[in-house]
């Protein structure tokens, strides 16, 4: 809606660019719609603010969405009709949603979103959750919105940590067999009682585990381990409404020679050097604060050197962006990524990192701790089986990425009003509840001849036009979530809107409305907010509830 309101004014204007449309539904005075297009122009088309909008307001005073527009200063204020909101969402075909791509950054380009990417030497933490939420979502509305989108799960089935995962396993099999075990010998093991599950399922396998080669032990822990890991991940993911396109192991990287190729790229291209026995990447050139290894002294691969190598690789498989997202623990990481991604002549825009900032949980108001290898941590699967899949994929929706944020417990199962995702859910289901009972007295949804049949006759309330103003507001709503790399934004679009329903629903009738014209219309609203709402269910990864 705003999109065609901003168009029209561009091609008025005789410029490219689209004018900022505010929604000041809310704000008394403005209209439902207001743009500040006189002084953002005034200096472009070297003439008066007030000229401006006085231009403007002649020119569109006349169209069909207009009710009524005054230009004030600088300000062009919008009355839109009722009938002409109504049409737009009776007309938001898939094909409509589509159209709003253009005005992203994303527009006809090959995109890439890579998260979770656990390691695969434990359940998923419960800090893997809001990036698994937010990564899901992105993905839903980019490809809702017709951008070419790939998600994507990085196994890091490689390195130096999965070889003290097998450790960590072996010295398990050696405490269930009652022989002397000393998990806290090694360096960053891993701890938790989970590995006494994979433990027994492994000896039951290879019950001479043990009696084996040293080298054979070890890979026949961490391929049985990783294989089992990364099963429990999958499912968890999928009762999270988590799926992915594309599951890409580190293993199959090192094996198809991307680190030999992308290393000898940076040797071409002068970028690197020898030094203490180790190869070096020249990153400070790229605006790094030091260099970065990439082959250690005992010629092993850096993690940085398999990254690098797996980035180039995403882009050979002919990826125009590639989002990241990434915990707040990686944030150092970004930098000497973006410089490798310069040393091997990519875009600057290709590697975009989506920083996911801490969650901290709190039980009776007071955080819990966690700490996966100490094996004291809280799983993703428990958040679940104690707040429900829709509690914990909302309450992480609800914030923009780059902030931190706490996770109440308490208040994410309680099935009240404050509860935002009841709150949500509930606007849902008693504007279903009200189509059904229509259906059962035989009230049909009507049409939009009847429905500008009865607006000749019924005049909305300012409370009706404002929950209509925002339902026409979904496109837009959707753009800023995709432009701006954060559902947040349609999270508090939802509520929002969720509230205006609510208002709606204590105080006007619908099907013993005061007249047949007032039924019209508010059947058409609460039909198409049962549309708008269910999808902003399906985006967010929330059922929809026909009963609460």
């Known amino acids: 809606m705003r999109f065609i309101i901003g168009k029209e004014m561009a091609n008025i204007l005789g410029v490219e660019d689209i004018p900022e449309i505010r929604n000041t539904s809310t704000e008394k005075g403005k209209g439902e719609l207001s743009s500040p297009v006189g002084f953002m122009m005034a200096r472009k088309l070297k003439k008066r603010p007030d000229e401006i909008t006085k231009e403007l307001a002649e020119a569109l005073s006349s169209r069909s969405w207009a009710e009524r527009i005054e230009h004030k200063g600088g300000f062009l204020n919008i009355y839109l009709s009722p009938f002409f909101l109504l049409q737009h969402l009776y007309g938001l075909s898939k094909g409509k949603y589509e ?3 253009q005005f992203t950054p994303q527009y006809k380009k090959r995109i890439q979103v890579e998260y979770v990417s656990a390691n695969p030497t434990g359940p998923l933490h419960v800090a893997h959750g809001r990036g698994a939420a937010v990564g899901s979502t992105l993905v839903n509305i980019f490809k809702h919105i017709g951008l070419d989108t ?3 799960f990085y196994i890091n089935d490689g390195g130096e940590q999965i070889k003290k995962f097998a450790l960590s396993i072996l010295e398990r099999v050696k405490e269930i067999k009652g022989l002397p075990f000393d998990i806290e010998s090694i360096d960053g093991g891993y701890k938790g009682e989970y590995l006494k599950d ?10 001479n585990i043990l009696d084996m080669p040293q080298s054979k032990a070890l890979d ?19 009762t999270y409404k988590v799926e992915f396109d594309v599951w890409r192991s580190e293993k199959d990287i090192r094996r198809e020679g991307w680190v030999e190729k992308t290393i000898n790229l940076l040797k071409e291209r002068g970028l690197t050097y020898e030094s203490d026995g180790a190869l070096w990447l020249k990153t400070t ?31 050979s498989r002919g990826f125009d962006i590639v989002y990241d997202i990434w915990g707040s623990d990686h944030y150092g990481h970004i930098g000497r990524m973006k410089a490798a991604m310069k040393g091997l002549g990519l875009p600057d825009d290709f590697l975009q990192v989506i920083v996911i900032q801490i969650v901290r949980f709190l039980k009776d108001g007071e955080p819990i701790k966690m700490s996966k290898r100490a094996g004291t941590f809280t799983l993703l699967s428990e958040l679940i089986d104690l707040v429900g899949v829709d509690a914990a994929r909302f309450y992480f929706l609800m914030y923009s990425p780059d902030n931190s944020m706490d996770f109440d417990l308490d208040l994410a199962v309680k099935k009240s009003m404050d509860n935002p995702v009841y709150y949500v859910q509930y606007s849902y289901t008693r504007a279903l509840s009200l189509k059904r009972k229509a259906e059962e007295a035989s009230v049909t949804v009507p049409t939009l001849d009847e429905v500008k049949k009865a607006l000749e006759m019924y005049t909305p309330s300012e409370e009706e036009k404002l929950l209509l103003i925002n339902l026409a507001d979904i496109r837009y709503q959707l753009m800023l979530s995709a432009k701006n790399l954060s559902p947040h934004y349609i999270v508090n679009y939802a509520k929002d809107l969720a509230g205006m329903l609510h208002s709606f629903y204590q105080s006007k009738r619908v099907l013993d409305a005061e007249s047949d014209s007032a039924r019209v219309f508010r ?18 990864g929330i059922e929809k509830k026909e009963h609460m």
């Open 285 to 315: 050139v790229f605006g790094d604060d030091k260099d970065r290894v990439l082959i250690k002294k005992n010629g092993e691969y850096t993690y940085f050197a398999v990254d690098v190598a797996y980035h180039f690789e995403k882009h």
């Open 150 to 152: 790939t998600a994507e």
């Open 220 to 238: 026949t822990a961490a391929e049985f381990g990783i294989a089992l890991m990364l099963q429990d991940q999958k499912e968890v993911l999928k």
């Open 99 to 101: 159209e709003i791509a």
């Open 198 to 207: 994979i433990a027994e399922k492994l000896l039951e396998r290879h019950p």
């Open 523 to 540: 059947m058409a609203l609460i039909d198409r907010f049962v549309e708008v709402m269910g999808l902003l269910h399906d985006l967010m």
